[in-house]
C-alpha cells in the first residue's frame, strides 16, 4: 500500500514541491502507525509498527528514515561529533532536515544530481571548499557510484581537519573489489554491481585499504543484533568504515 501511494503522490506533484513539503503530505497516512511497539529516535515518534519495504528494511512513516538513517544518526550523537562544520554528501531528508536545524554545527549538505534536498552542489572528486574546513564528513552509499573514487578519498582527505571523522558506509562483499569499468550500461551494471549506477561493489579490507593508502586512519565498525534493534527500527549485522585524518 506504501509503495503505491507513493508512486501516485509522485506522479502528480512535482519533485522540489514533495520534497518541501514531504512531512505534511505523509502526516495522514502515518498517523496509522501510531503506537507504542516502537521509537523513531530521529523524529521522537512512538510506532505500532515501521513500514516494511520490499528489501525488508524498516522506514519511519512519519519522517521517512531508513534503518541505516536511525543508526548513524545514533552513532553522530553517541561519539560527539555533532559540532564545528559537517559536510554531507546526498542526505537523507530526515537528516538534513534535523542537522540543518542543529544549533553546534555550521551544515554544508551536498547533491550533486538534484536527487536530494541539499544547499550545495560539490563534485566529490573536486570539492570546491578550502583545505582542513570540515570537522566531520558523511559520505554514505556515495563511493560506489564513483569511477575515480580514489581521488574523492583523496578530496576527502584534503578538505578534513586533522582529528576529524568520516562515516562511510557502502553495500560489501566478500573477497577483493569488484569493478569493471568496461561495465557501462545500467543494465549491466545491476546485473554485476547490485544497482544501475554502481561501478563495483567494495569489500571491507578492500575499501579499508583505499582510505589507508590515502592517509586515513580507519576503523571498521561491524554492528550486529541487539535486544534495542526491534525496538529502534535497526538492521543488523551493518557496517560502517570511520576514518580519521591525524
Same mark, same amino acid.
Request: glycine share 4%; proline share 3%.
Given at each position: ?6 508512486k501516485?503522490?509522485k ?7 514533495l520534497?518541501k513539503y514531504?512531512?505534511i503530505?505523509?502526516?495522514p497516512y502515518?498517523l ?5 511497539n516502537?521509537?523513531?529516535h530521529?523524529?521522537q515518534k @512512538?510506532l505500532r ?9 524498516l522506514l519511519c ?7 541505516r538513517?536511525?543508526?548513524l544518526?545514533?552513532?553522530?550523537n553517541q ?9 554531507h ?7 538534513y ?5 542543529h544549533?553546534a ?5 551536498s547533491?550533486f ?7 550545495y552542489k560539490f ?5 570546491? +571548499?578550502d583545505?582542513?574546513?570540515?570537522d566531520t564528513?558523511?559520505?554514505y552509499?556515495?563511493?560506489?557510484h564513483?569511477?575515480?573514487? +580514489?581521488k574523492a578519498?583523496?578530496?576527502?582527505y584534503?578538505?578534513?581537519?586533522p582529528?576529524?571523522?568520516v562515516?562511510i558506509?557502502?553495500p ?7 569493478e569493471?569499468?568496461s561495465?557501462l550500461?545500467p543494465?549491466e551494471?545491476k546485473?554485476h554491481?547490485g +544497482?544501475?549506477?554502481?561501478?563495483r561493489?567494495?569489500s571491507i579490507e578492500?575499501l579499508?585499504n583505499?582510505l589507508?593508502?590515502n592517509g586515513?586512519?580507519v576503523s571498521?565498525k ?5 535486544d534495542?534493534?526491534?525496538?529502534l527500527?535497526? @538492521?543488523?549485522?551493518?557496517?560502517i568504515?570511520i576514518a580519521?585524518k591525524?
Amino acid at each position: 500500500m506504501y509503495i503505491f501511494i507513493k508512486k501516485i503522490i509522485k506522479a502528480l506533484i512535482p519533485k522540489d514541491f514533495l520534497f518541501k513539503y514531504e512531512q505534511i503530505f505523509r502526516f495522514p497516512y502515518a498517523l496509522f502507525f501510531l503506537g507504542n511497539n516502537h521509537t523513531c529516535h530521529i523524529c521522537q515518534k @512512538k510506532l505500532r509498527t515501521f513500514i516494511l519495504l520490499k528489501n525488508d528494511d524498516l522506514l519511519c512513516p512519519f519522517c521517512g528514515s531508513l534503518s541505516r538513517n536511525r543508526r548513524l544518526w545514533y552513532l553522530l550523537n553517541q561519539n560527539n561529533v555533532l559540532k564545528g562544520n559537517l559536510l554531507h554528501f546526498s542526505p537523507s531528508r530526515s537528516l538534513y532536515r534535523i542537522l540543518k536545524k542543529h544549533k553546534a554545527i555550521t551544515y554544508y549538505s551536498s547533491d550533486f544530481e538534484n536527487e536530494f534536498l541539499a544547499d550545495y552542489k560539490f563534485d566529490i572528486t573536486n570539492i570546491k +571548499q578550502d583545505n582542513e574546513k570540515f570537522d566531520t564528513i558523511i559520505c554514505y552509499h556515495i563511493l560506489e557510484h564513483i569511477i575515480e573514487d +580514489q581521488k574523492a578519498i583523496s578530496e576527502l582527505y584534503r578538505v578534513l581537519k586533522p582529528h576529524g571523522t568520516v562515516y562511510i558506509q557502502t553495500p560489501f562483499k566478500d573477497g577483493e573489489i569488484y569493478e569493471d569499468y568496461s561495465i557501462l550500461t545500467p543494465q549491466e551494471r545491476k546485473k554485476h554491481f547490485g +544497482q544501475e549506477d554502481h561501478v563495483r561493489i567494495y569489500s571491507i579490507e578492500g575499501l579499508k585499504n583505499r582510505l589507508m593508502n590515502n592517509g586515513f586512519n580507519v576503523s571498521v565498525k561491524t554492528l550486529n543484533k541487539t535486544d534495542d534493534d526491534l525496538f529502534l527500527g535497526l @538492521k543488523s549485522p551493518e557496517t560502517i568504515l570511520i576514518a580519521t585524518k591525524q
